[in-house]
């Protein structure tokens, strides 16, 4: 394959599908392991992802042990309970029914950190945004998300910890921030609506609604809003391709 | 199409391929527009990215003035004067030679910001983590990235900019955090590899050093890890597929 050869209309279709269909796992997972040979292409693709000044900033801890996980799961219990007082008083009863985490019940769970010294000689693009390290992650991170998609292999994200805690229980040295922390593995359904739209936490906002013109809350792109209104009321951008 | 349906072989080869073959462009952008109905497949394909606490704190504000980008690129000229000394000496004769943007011949840019007060009455997962709501928005540009990539479009991210003096030019509110500054249009080609490993700047680390057990440094996975290593060997993750 020439990597500048046209793409085609299939392949098209399948990054939008893995796109439009991936979703955040918390419930689904089976109890299967993931195969060497699959967990090292989704690896592949998360370090294929864009990074400043090529600096692949990314590790990659992988956890298996099932002590460590229940250690993590209860970081995540009590950042939980820390977390409810912050969310509005008629909300808190439903985001007690959310299931935020499936660290126990997944194939493996997956550290993904940033090393914030790397190639610190030559920090191209880093001057005037020191994130940038950070967001080169976040990228490997969606990368890996959506080539799990493609291989039928769940992810879910669990923001709900205390990072510090996290980086005491991992070894994580001072310098190395621990961007995501996944639950991945097989899964037995992927839903077609995110499940915090499902239960009622919130919709998927209009997209018409978010696009800018020139400058910030600028009018205009009239034309590419009606479109875009268009596709979205006949569903081309639903679970249906 | 049933969202739990098995993706199939094909479909994951064309996501690999986008993955793999997506490049950060700043050399081959052409003079050519893109269809509205291409960038709303995009910008829909953006907001489908996951987000803490489904906030989608996203906007995609477009810019087309010539004008307006003719300013921004000043931001770019000054803000890399202001780099270069922090480059190591040997190295800042390269970084001169570097293209870093295509800001004035790429079809259009696209600023895609992150308002850090949207959903705040219920913060979802952002009590112990506050920059989520930065990283969901880097999801989106990644998503807009690899679904350009499907369609043959080219996206640069231009990280050299004074985030304080874009805010000024486009009328950015303090409460919304300009995250990507994204060059997007038809392009003559796709480089087999990236531009800054093709020019010297630096090489891909071997995938199988980055993976580590259970804590940071972990050593094991080594069935993993010989896996990695031979599929890299073989060229399985490479422009071909």
Redesign the interface.
Known sequence: ????E??GM?????????????R?IRSQFLPEPIE??V???L???A????S?????P????????MA?RRQVRDLFLA?RQ??LP???EE?QAL?RT?K?EGICESALNLVV?CDRQR?Q?????????P??D??ST??A???F???A????IGVG?V?????EALKRL????EH?EP??YLCVGPVS????Q?E??TKG??K??P?SD?????????AG?H??KK??DE??NRG??T???
């Open positions: 394959m020439n990597s500048g046209a793409f299939l392949g098209r279709e399948a990054v939008y599908r893995a796109i439009f269909t991936r955040d060497d040979e967990l090292a292409r690896l592949m693709a370090h294929h992802a864009p400043v000044g090529y600096m692949q990314w590790n990659f801890i992988i956890i298996r042990d460590r950042a820390q977390e912050r969310i509005a909300r985001y959310l935020l950190t190639s000689n030559s920090p191209l693009g880093r001057s005037h945004n994130q940038m950070l967001y976040v990228c991170v969606q990368n998300w959506l080539a998609r493609a291989e039928d994200w923001s709900i910890l205390d990072r991992l070894d994580i040295p190395v961007v995501a359904a992927f839903a077609a995110p915090l739209e936490w919130g998927r906002l997209l978010l696009i800018m013109s020139e400058t910030y809350a600028g792109e034309s590419l479109v875009a596709a979205t081309a951008f679970a249906g391709s």
